[in-house]
């Protein structure tokens, strides 16, 4: 391990930088990013006998070692502080990442998510063998920007790495992304369904499609085409469910970016706030297009109209927030939780309806002291009615001891406020 350290040491000298990965880059820019330095990283691993597999996470890249005890390292040539020991607990995965080394049969190997971050997000961690490894990498990190006939392309992917497509999504979400760069927008489509179709909850496939969606951003004539394209596929429905995830996609990284635009600002550092807020506002119309798209290709997916409901309303799209929410309601109306969203909204325009929302969402589950809270809430700070007002949560308090116990303290102190405000 003292010997691979170095190697990290070494590789790690060199500042970091995107799409710096070819050998004549690395030395004539003296920059790096995850693929060179895994590159570099591998070559003098390798030189040293040391044995490695070549690791792919969405947008990065890494080497895992492999020591003759049986234990398996993640061992990353950017961020040492990363390093750790993998599956130490799991014999039967240890064993099946040492026997993919030596197993010509096989050309990736599937694991289960590393980290917490990874594992929430259910993302998946591709293994290759050094060489099949390197090429793939190499390969992606370039035709994007290199002017690549499709069947060259397709011998890349296909012919000569002969990755084994139907092991995993992200592959074919790659392949659909590099045909994308490429301008071979049919092949992207059929390669987009083909990852889906594998696995619909994989995060990093639906990752590449929304960054599909923000890369036609101001292409409008381009993104027009593409979206015909997949209207006329043959199972163009399905597409509403890669529409619908990456737009779930986009608000998630959305939501984390502003936690940073918020952080910045708290340090004082405007111009890097600034920034962040226009990356916020870019996230959010690329989800309401993504939405937007997946209801175009099936208009009674509840899911996708309660999200783009609270997306639009949240970008101050009010009216067509509005629209959303009732086109939930028609849909489902026993959604409890839309009739309190739009009520809410409702309430300084328009009381009444608000009013009648809370009393149906009360009927519809009678059993929520949650509901009771919301309806005493409105009753008491937007009609004013005081004597309504804790009788409603009276009846929280009743119901809550049957059940939500730990809302007790808190409809007591609503309570509280009201007798006081009647005094």
Not at 29 to 43: D, E, L, P, R, S
């Amino acid at each position: 391990m003292e010997i691979a350290l170095e190697v990290q040491r070494v590789v790690g000298v060199l500042p970091r930088k995107e799409n710096e990965s070819s050998p004549s880059q690395i030395i004539e820019k003296q920059t790096i990013n995850c693929v060179g330095a895994t590159m570099i990283g591998g070559a003098l691993l390798q030189e040293a006998g040391i044995s490695y597999l070549v690791a792919m996470l969405p947008k990065h890249t890494l080497t895992v070692l492999l020591p003759s005890d049986g234990k398996v390292f993640w061992h990353d040539q950017l961020f040492a502080e990363n390093n750790k020991e993998l599956f130490s607990d799991d014999d039967t995965i240890r064993n099946l990442v040492h026997s993919f080394a030596h197993d010509a049969t096989s050309k990736v190997l599937e694991l289960p998510p590393q980290g917490e971050k990874t594992a929430k997000q259910g993302n998946y961690f591709h293994v290759f063998r050094p060489e099949d490894g390197h090429k793939f990498n190499m390969i992606n990190n370039t035709t994007g920007l290199l002017e690549i006939e499709k069947e060259s392309l397709a011998a890349c992917f296909g012919g000569e790495i002969q990755l084994e497509w139907h092991e995993t999504s992200l592959l074919y979400g790659t392949l659909g992304n590099n045909y994308l760069n490429a301008g071979y927008w049919e092949d992207s489509v059929a390669a987009f369904h083909k990852g889906y179709t594998i696995a619909p909850e994989n995060d990093d496939f639906h990752e590449l499609f929304a960054s599909v969606i923000q890369a036609f951003d101001g292409h409008p004539q381009e993104f027009e085409r593409y979206k015909q394209i997949i209207a006329e596929h043959p199972k163009s429905k399905e597409f509403a469910g890669i529409y619908k995830e990456a737009g779930r996609h986009l608000m998630r990284k959305a939501y984390s970016t502003a936690s940073e635009m918020h952080s910045a600002r708290c340090k004082g550092k405007l111009e890097a706030a600034d920034a962040k807020e226009k990356e916020v506002t870019a996230l959010r119309k690329s989800a309401v297009i993504a939405y937007r798209e997946s209801l175009g290709l099936n208009n009674d997916d509840v899911i996708a109209h309660k999200k783009l409901a609270k997306l639009l309303i949240d970008t101050g799209n009010r009216e067509e927030g509005i629209a959303e929410y009732e086109k939930v309601i028609m849909l489902d109306e026993t959604d409890t939780e839309s009739h309190i969203d739009l009520a809410k909204i409702l309430t300084t325009e328009d009381p009444t309806s608000a009013a009648t929302l809370y009393e149906k969402a009360i009927a519809m589950d009678p059993q929520r002291a949650f509901l009771y809270c919301e309806y005493g809430l409105f009753l008491q700070d937007t009609a004013g009615k005081l004597d309504e007002s804790l009788a409603v949560f009276r009846k929280a308090e009743e119901v809550a001891a049957a059940g939500d116990t730990d809302l007790i303290p808190l409809i007591k102190s609503f309570i509280k406020n009201i007798q006081k405000e009647r005094k």
